[in-house]
């Protein structure tokens, strides 16, 4: 996602298997710490990436693309063009093959906002949203249109076991000047009833602070959400719905509507320990396997009224992170990723992407993968910079990569390694958005700049 920092930079070959990533079993029993180091083999994934002709997207051999949407070219169904900065999606079937939701990340200065069309506008004056594109059962584009407008900043999200789609804002902008209202919230879209999205309600309940992406346990309906922010670096969030709440298409929006519904549940700050010992900064952790306790911490005041969320505990309290970026359900917890550190914002140690797995049963997060820093951006077959991430159907997960140089959608599989399955040779923007449809016969993906979203087709069931 969007970032005040450059983020290109590369592994060195010695640390390019540090994708440690075992899926549905611990490292330890898989191949151990040190050996999870090495495990990026050239045999893993679809095979060499063929430059494309076009100067889009080099993919391996057999596998193909098609355009979907293309910021500022295709046209919404009200005529006007698609908007800029696409970034973090989701799909769902519908009844004419599948439903892409895409987030607009939006700041105000893009050539192509969100259209602030009546009833589904937040705040008029600003930009962001999510556009809704239908596709058929071959990733070809049917219509697209806007499906939440006048939010600022639209970066990741995460859905819901009842398929819908929570969009986050990236921002901690308050009223004031072109803004109307505060932002830094998440809202709930509904891919296929466009008339649920009337009248947009932000979840405050959720806290008001720069949200990057959530995930929401299938069984207690806890949601977790990472918050990406500096000085001082963010926090990790659970929030526990009331006693009472079911989850269910509309049940959050009716619960954020109830008396006393921006303080509904319990939001809570994540806390670490390592054999007792407190753990100020997820950075501490060098090694893949590293495992850590973690309990939780009550925000004293989620909306943020006079000081923002992660300012309101000490160090001692919680647990910090630089970069705290994409996360997806799925192996019974959830994946979350730390896309770098550096020393100079306050990390304890330097790294170029850190993925941890919660286990909601064991209380517990195991370091599932750790990138080592590299200054040479131009090196193929290296890898860094994790941000979007999704659990795939075919089992392993698929990365987006955003940091310097070459951009990547990076596979990984079940066994540990790590494969390149897409090149951006159009521009050094990054990967954003990845998804599979849910046949897994569709991988959808997006460059954020100049705003392309893209179908990938192709035999997915030789891989790994």
Same mark, same amino acid.
């Given at each position: ?10 592994l060195?070959?010695?640390?390019a298997?540090?994708?440690?990533i075992?899926? *549905?079993?611990? #490292?330890?029993?898989?191949?151990g710490?040190?050996? !999870?180091?090495a ?11 063929v430059?494309d002709?076009? %100067?889009?997207?080099?993919l ?10 293309? +910021?500022?070219?295709?046209?919404l169904?009200?005529g006007?063009?698609?908007?800029s900065?696409a ?6 079937? &519908? ?9 607009? $990340?939006?700041?105000?200065t $893009? ?6 069309l009546? /009833?589904?506008?937040y705040d ?5 949203g ?9 990733g ?10 006048g939010?600022? =900043? ?8 009842w398929n819908?789609?929570? @969009?986050?804002?990236? &921002?901690?902008?308050?009223?004031? /000047? ?23 309600v932000?979840?405050a ?9 959530? !995930?929401?346990?299938?069984r ?9 922010a ?5 926090l990790y969030f ?6 009472r709440?079911?989850g ?11 008396? %006393?519904g921006d303080?509904a549940?319990?939001?809570e ?7 007792? +010992?407190?753990?100020?900064?997820? &950075? ?8 850590f306790?973690?309990?939780w911490?009550?925000?004293?005041d ?16 919680i ?5 705290? $970026?994409?996360?997806?359900?799925g ?8 896309s ?6 306050? &990390?304890?140690?330097?790294?170029? *992407? ?10 517990t997060?195991? #370091?599932k @993968?750790?990138?080592g820093?590299?200054?040479?951006? !131009?090196q193929?077959? @290296? ?8 659990v795939?159907?075919?089992?392993g ?6 940091g ?6 990076? %596979?990984?599989?079940e066994?540990? $390694? ?8 159009l521009?050094?923007?990054?990967f954003? /958005?990845?998804?599979?449809?849910? =046949? !897994?016969?569709?991988?959808? +993906?997006?460059?954020q ?5 893209f179908?990938?087709? %192709?035999p997915?069931?030789? *891989?790994?």
């Amino acid at each position: 996602m969007s970032s005040a920092l450059p983020r290109r930079s590369v592994l060195r070959a010695g640390m390019a298997g540090g994708l440690g990533i075992a899926i *549905g079993g611990s #490292l330890e029993a898989i191949a151990g710490p040190a050996e !999870a180091r090495a495990a990026c083999r050239p045999a893993a994934g679809y095979g060499p990436l063929v430059p494309d002709p076009k %100067g889009l997207l080099a993919l391996p051999r057999g596998f193909r693309y098609q355009v979907v949407a293309h +910021a500022g070219e295709t046209l919404l169904e009200t005529g006007q063009p698609t908007p800029s900065d696409a970034d973090g999606t989701a799909c769902f079937r &519908s009844r004419t093959g599948w439903v892409l939701v895409n987030n607009h $990340e939006i700041g105000g200065t $893009e050539p192509y906002g969100v259209p602030a069309l009546p /009833g589904l506008t937040y705040d008029p004056g600003a930009a962001g949203g999510t556009t809704t594109i239908e596709v058929d059962r071959h990733g070809t584009r049917l219509r697209e249109y806007v499906s939440l407008a006048g939010t600022h =900043n639209n970066c990741a999200g995460g859905i819901t076991p009842w398929n819908t789609w929570l @969009t986050c804002e990236e &921002s901690e902008q308050r009223a004031g /000047g072109v803004f109307q209202k505060d932002h830094g919230y998440v809202f709930e879209v509904d891919p296929v009833h466009r008339e649920a999205n009337r009248d947009p309600v932000p979840l405050a309940f959720l806290g008001r602070y720069a949200h990057e992406a959530v !995930a929401v346990d299938p069984r207690t309906h806890q949601i977790f959400l990472t918050e990406d922010a500096n000085t001082p670096l963010g926090l990790y969030f659970r929030w526990t719905p009331p006693r009472r709440f079911r989850g269910g298409k509309g049940a959050l929006r009716e619960l954020a509507l109830s008396p %006393g519904g921006d303080a509904a549940g319990v939001l809570e700050a994540m806390r670490c320990t390592h054999r007792g +010992a407190h753990v100020a900064d997820l &950075s501490e952790a060098t090694e893949p396997g590293t495992r850590f306790d973690v309990t939780w911490v009550e925000v004293p005041d989620r909306l943020a009224k006079t000081v923002s969320v992660r300012k309101q505990f000490t160090d001692d309290q919680i647990t910090r992170s630089r970069k705290l $970026e994409g996360q997806w359900q799925g192996d019974g917890g959830i994946y979350f990723v730390a896309s770098y550190a550096r020393k100079d914002d306050g &990390s304890r140690n330097e790294h170029d *992407g850190q993925v941890w797995f919660y286990h909601p049963k064991h209380a517990t997060i195991t #370091l599932k @993968t750790i990138f080592g820093v590299n200054q040479d951006p !131009a090196q193929e077959g @290296t890898f860094d910079g994790p941000d979007n991430i999704t659990v795939s159907p075919l089992g392993g997960l698929m990365m987006a990569e955003d940091g310097e140089g070459l951009s990547h959608l990076v %596979g990984l599989t079940e066994r540990g $390694e790590a494969y390149a399955m897409a090149r951006n040779e159009l521009n050094d923007s990054e990967f954003t /958005g990845p998804t599979f449809s849910q =046949n !897994a016969e569709i991988l959808f +993906a997006n460059f954020q700049n100049p705003g392309l979203v893209f179908a990938i087709t %192709g035999p997915w069931g030789r *891989g790994h």
